[in-house]
């Protein structure tokens, strides 16, 4: 995988790659570059058989401050017509990469996460926030909507009602709040932040990654199903695990009283 990115530090370290947005000057506020060179590496990430987890996280004292709105600016100035959709397009690109990633996608969240920083956040598996964590579903304080999947992921992490308070409101909400509320999984001192993402990080990068795929699978699609249909997507995925090479071991492993080696097929 490429490491020579001016604007997305990676980092590969036993299965896992920490992909760091690194604008820190502007809280890693999302370019043109920033975005192109995030959607390379986290679609270079999926089809890279030696990363079995992926880490988002932000360089600095930010995870991320949304669109770098100088970029904003400058189109209004001129008096382009910034083509909004063309844009939503390249970030959607982006969204979707993650949301199919078939490994886990963990993000570390410390600092402020706005806009469509804190959307991106939502489209990983897992979210650590620490606990000097601001989320701001900010997008209504410059006269916008939730993009980047805020409209389908909120409402299905917080609710319905929470994530209307989250997206008109546009308020901060800690990290501890965001733990006790279901937006992030995880909040952990600021001190801890890196060594518990890593620990995670390392443990799913040892797991069953193709039944980890699956389980991705079940549980995404499961949301737009009803009970019979995915019940019947749970026999077509359960058929496709019970034949990896993972779940044997994991048998075996268990009859011989020894710890199973998962090779992630
Ligand atoms: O295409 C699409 O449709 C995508 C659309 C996406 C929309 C969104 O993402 S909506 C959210 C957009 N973001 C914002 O509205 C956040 C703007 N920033 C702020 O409100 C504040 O900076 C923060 C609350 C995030 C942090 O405040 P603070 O006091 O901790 O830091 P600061 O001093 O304001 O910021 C530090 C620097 O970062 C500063 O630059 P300077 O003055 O030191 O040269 C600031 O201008 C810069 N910065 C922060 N956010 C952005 C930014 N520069 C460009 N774009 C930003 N979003």
Same mark, same amino acid.
């Given at each position: 995988?490429?490491t020579?990115?001016?604007?997305?530090l990676?980092?590969?370290?036993?299965? %896992?790659?920490?992909?760091?947005?690194?604008?820190?000057?502007?809280?890693?506020?999302?370019?043109?570059?920033?975005?192109?060179?995030?959607?390379? /590496?986290?679609?270079?990430?999926?089809?890279?058989?030696?990363?079995?987890?992926?880490v988002?996280?932000?360089?600095?004292?930010?995870?991320?401050?949304g669109q770098?709105?100088?970029?904003?600016?400058s189109?209004?100035?001129?008096?382009?017509?910034?083509?909004?959709?063309?844009q939503?397009?390249?970030?959607?690109?982006?969204?979707?990469?993650?949301?199919?990633?078939?490994?886990?996608?963990?993000?570390?969240?410390?600092?402020?996460?706005?806009?469509? /920083?804190?959307?991106?956040?939502?489209?990983?598996?897992?979210?650590?926030?620490?606990?000097?964590?601001?989320?701001?579903?900010?997008?209504?304080?410059?006269?916008l909507?939730?993009?980047?999947?805020?409209?389908?992921?909120?409402?299905r992490?917080?609710?319905?009602?929470?994530?209307?308070?989250?997206?008109?409101?546009?308020e901060?909400?800690?990290?501890?709040?965001?733990?006790?509320?279901?937006? %992030?999984?995880?909040?952990?001192?600021?001190?801890?932040?890196?060594?518990?993402?890593?620990?995670?990080?390392?443990?799913?990068?040892?797991?069953?990654?193709?039944?980890y795929?699956?389980?991705?699978?079940?549980?995404?699609?499961?949301l737009?199903?009803?009970?019979?249909?995915?019940?019947?997507?749970?026999?077509?995925?359960?058929?496709?695990?019970?034949? /990896?090479?993972?779940?044997?071991?994991?048998?075996?492993?268990?009859?011989?009283?020894? /710890?199973?080696?998962?090779?992630?097929?």
């Amino acid at each position: 995988m490429r490491t020579d990115f001016k604007n997305v530090l990676v980092e590969q370290d036993e299965g %896992v790659v920490i992909l760091t947005m690194n604008r820190p000057d502007v809280l890693n506020a999302i370019n043109t570059l920033l975005l192109q060179e995030l959607t390379e /590496t986290v679609e270079a990430a999926a089809h890279d058989d030696a990363i079995r987890c992926v880490v988002l996280a932000g360089a600095g004292r930010a995870f991320g401050a949304g669109q770098d709105l100088t970029e904003f600016g400058s189109a209004h100035a001129s008096g382009e017509t910034h083509l909004v959709s063309e844009q939503l397009a390249k970030y959607h690109r982006l969204i979707l990469a993650i949301r199919q990633m078939p490994k886990p996608v963990i993000a570390a969240i410390q600092g402020v996460a706005t806009g469509i /920083t804190l959307n991106i956040a939502l489209a990983c598996d897992i979210r650590i926030a620490a606990d000097n964590a601001r989320l701001r579903e900010g997008f209504a304080l410059i006269g916008l909507v939730p993009d980047g999947g805020g409209g389908y992921t909120l409402p299905r992490l917080v609710g319905l009602g929470r994530a209307m308070e989250m997206a008109l409101l546009a308020e901060d909400i800690s990290g501890a709040e965001a733990e006790r509320i279901g937006l %992030v999984n995880r909040c952990v001192p600021l001190s801890e932040l890196d060594k518990t993402t890593r620990a995670l990080a390392k443990r799913l990068a040892h797991g069953p990654t193709w039944t980890y795929q699956l389980i991705k699978e079940l549980m995404y699609k499961s949301l737009e199903m009803d009970l019979q249909t995915s019940l019947h997507l749970e026999g077509h995925l359960q058929e496709a695990a019970y034949a /990896t090479a993972d779940h044997r071991e994991a048998v075996d492993a268990f009859l011989h009283k020894r /710890t199973a080696t998962f090779i992630g097929k």
